[in-house]
């Protein structure tokens, strides 16, 4: 029986294989994603207005969301396997073909299809990562999953400066041979039976049985809300510290903090909260990013951005792994990566949304808009709480274990 309080390294050296093979593909994978952080900077340099190469970036926000919930139908009825091994090759193909596109609409065309194959991984990952980790380690185990998230996400950016400066061709290339590569891991290391237990019918209704769930649903409000406030980071925050007065580089600088906090602290922070129960993760987790949001609203200068800073990124490594592992849970067993596919597709909208209200809200009223992030950040929790009441008000993830 697995020890609900084993520490980082005994949970990932007593982890299945497959689930060691699917953290370092997400890493690969990750390291060469570069497409997005430069696709304007593409679109650009191939002589598109700088309106054509935001409205690509657009479209490959939208591919996403798409691939997102094209993924969790491909895992319930193919199998992680194939799910990650056909979106990562289709990828790479993708990739290597937009080089040769030189027409607008067959350009989009193709960023739209890149965007959503891409990401169809995502859902097959993470029911693997359900199938074959025990209930009471599934959250430290998502917790090391998004450390591979990050860590990718961090270092993409600056392996795809060192190559861009050598040519886009070879940017586009790296990130066909990171896919490739993810694809060959899961290949070789994943396990050939489909997720969806065997002998079951799968069922009727896609995605639409996912939304009749009610709980649910209330669930993927929460999750939507909580995305839409925790992005003011990226939309919101550069625009409040310009008008006071500080350069980009104290901007840089708050985005650097979340992101060392979060590389060096959640493993650590995950092994005290992976034993609490899902209530108080979320309760502690959506207040704390209220109230770091709503600090941004008080004089101070540059020690209140800190502040406010460390207070929602603590509430990222407080709730963000139990966030991750929750939708695995939450739904029949035969249709997981629909669940972890709509959950994935929701915080993507909330993304989307979240930087198109909130600047809009600081266009129009200033410094109370971080305010009422806050208080939207604290109302989630309704939805939240109703949402996980199916594991009952006190219930943990170990508690959960079946």
């Known amino acids: 029986m697995a020890d609900p309080n084993a520490g980082i390294l005994r949970t990932y050296a007593e982890s299945p294989f497959a689930v060691k093979a699917v953290l370092l593909g997400v890493l690969v994978n990750k390291l060469g994603a570069f497409l997005q952080v430069f696709l304007v900077l593409f ?66 065309a193709a960023v739209l299809l890149v965007g959503g194959i891409s990401q169809a991984y995502r859902p097959a990952a993470a029911a693997i990562i359900a199938e074959l980790t025990p209930r009471d380690r599934q959250v430290m185990v998502f917790a090391m999953y998004r450390l591979a998230l990050n860590l990718g996400t961090t270092a993409a950016p600056l392996l795809g400066a060192v190559l861009l400066s050598i040519s886009y061709d070879l940017l586009f290339w790296g ?15 994943l396990p050939r039976r489909r997720v969806a237990v065997p002998g079951k019918e799968q069922p009727k209704g896609g995605y639409r049985a996912v939304l009749r769930d009610r709980r649910y649903f209330a669930y993927l409000v929460a999750m939507l809300l909580n995305a839409a406030v925790y992005v003011q980071y990226l939309s919101t925050l550069p ?26 602290f959640e493993l650590l922070m995950t092994k005290v909260v992976q034993n609490w129960r899902i209530r108080s993760v979320l309760t502690v987790g959506f207040i704390l990013l209220g109230s770091g949001m ?49 959950a994935h597709a929701m915080f993507g909208i909330g993304s989307a949304l979240g930087p198109v ?3 809009a809200l600081w266009t129009g009223i200033g410094n109370p808009a971080w305010l009422l992030f806050g208080l939207v950040s604290v109302l989630a929790l309704a939805p939240a709480w109703y949402g996980v009441s199916r594991l009952g008000s006190g219930v943990s993830v170990v508690q959960a274990t079946t």
């Open 43 to 108: 679109m650009t340099t191939r002589g598109f207005t700088d309106v054509q190469g935001g409205i690509a970036l657009g479209v490959y926000g939208v591919g996403s969301v798409l691939g997102v919930l094209l993924g969790g139908s491909f895992t319930d009825r193919f199998g992680a396997r194939w799910t990650i091994v056909l979106g990562m090759a289709g990828t790479a193909v993708l990739l290597v073909a937009m080089l040769y596109l030189s027409i607008y609409p067959l350009l989009l």
């Open 175 to 189: 990130e066909a041979v990171a896919a490739l590569g993810y694809a060959a891991i899961a290949l070789v290391a």
């Open 239 to 264: 625009l409040a510290m310009r008008d006071a007065g500080f350069e980009t580089f104290w901007y840089g600088v708050m985005v650097a903090i979340n992101g060392a906090v979060v590389i060096g």
């Open 294 to 342: 709503a600090l941004y609203a008080l004089p101070g200068g540059l020690a209140v951005f800190v502040v406010a800073t460390l207070l929602w990124t603590l509430a990222e490594i407080i709730e963000g792994p139990t966030m991750f592992a929750y939708p695995a849970m939450a739904g029949p067993e035969e249709t997981r990566g629909r669940y972890i596919a709509a």
């Open 357 to 359: 209200a909130g600047v």
